[in-house]
């Protein structure tokens, strides 16, 4: 069972990224400041709740590679560019998703995750991470709408 929950981790982190062709040269550059941006954002919030134990990790990829790291750089850095690619201009459409999606995650899938035993809330409950998930959300939009501005004043 061991090496499946690996498995499943490893497929996790590259599956998203097959879709990258799907998603177009131009949506991806115009995207990937954001998404590096919130990336980087959710990385300093896994090692603050690493600290202190918002969630816990069982099962990693590779024992220097945080158990949330497959997330990280997989579905959650490749679904930032196609949640922006298919909503960003409509910000009431954005949320909507958002929070579907991040509902999902949140009282769905985290109880697959821990009855995998790969991951559990240990000190955050759930409305909690929606919360996080819905700062996150309004802070991927707002870093987006600042690069959008910030190209218009450069072109004119």
Do not use: C
């Not at 497929?11 to 990937?32: A, D």
């Not at 509902?103 to 769905?108: E, H, K, P, Q």
């Not at 409950?125 to 600042?146: A, E, H």
């Amino acid at each position: 069972m061991i090496r499946n929950r690996k498995f499943l981790l490893f497929l996790l982190m590259i599956i998203p990224w097959l879709t990258i062709p799907l998603l177009g040269k131009k949506s991806f550059i115009r995207f990937l400041p954001a998404s590096i941006f919130i990336t980087t954002v959710v990385k300093l919030e896994d090692m603050l709740a690493e600290k202190r134990r918002w969630w816990w990790f069982y099962e990693k990829i590779h024992p220097k590679i945080g158990g949330n790291t497959p997330f990280i750089v997989g579905p959650f850095f490749i679904g930032s560019m196609w949640i922006l690619k298919f909503t960003y201009g409509k910000f009431y459409i954005y949320l909507l998703i958002n929070t579907i999606l991040d509902s999902l995650f949140t009282y769905v899938l985290t109880n697959s995750l821990q009855r995998l035993g790969i991951a559990s809330l240990v000190r955050l409950t759930r409305v909690q991470l929606s919360g996080l998930f819905f700062i996150k959300s309004l802070l991927l939009y707002g870093f987006q709408y600042m690069q959008e501005r910030q190209r218009k004043e450069d072109y004119f």
